[in-house]
């Protein structure tokens, strides 16, 4: 399983940013599929994901900001991120794993990471 993330870069607060993960050797749409972002300091953290069914799950930073979604014919899943505030900057990861929930930051397989910076 390799997951390539790509996408990040530097914007102005209020600006917004898509990351993309590409997934070979697993089928988007048969495992969670998640982004995790490390802050310099922070622990790092689920961001959002999608179950297999489809389902999402958002962390309350991303709620209203971020959509997950997914193109299972191009085995890519995407983040868009809108309103982007300095406390989002971070490294942001593609993860996978088969068990539940998306929320535990415990995953089997990483992308590597793409570096999102938000300027004030």
């Known amino acids: 399983v390799q997951l390539q993330a790509s996408g990040g870069g530097s914007v102005q607060a209020g600006g917004s940013l898509r990351l993309s993960c590409a997934a070979s050797g697993r089928s988007v749409n048969t495992y969670i599929m998640a982004w995790l972002r490390q802050a310099p300091g922070k622990e790092r953290e689920v961001v959002a994901g999608?179950?297999?069914?489809?389902?999402?799950y958002y962390a309350d930073s991303a709620k209203g900001r971020f959509t997950v979604s997914r193109d299972v014919s191009k085995a890519a899943v995407y983040l868009q991120m809108n309103d982007l505030k300095p406390e989002d900057t971070a490294v942001y990861y593609c993860?996978?794993?088969?068990?539940?929930?998306?929320?535990?930051?415990?995953?089997?397989?990483w992308g590597q990471g793409t570096l999102v910076t938000v300027s004030s």
């Open positions: 999608m179950y297999a069914r489809g389902d999402e």
């Open positions: 993860a996978s794993k088969g068990v539940p929930p998306v929320s535990n930051p415990r995953y089997d397989y």
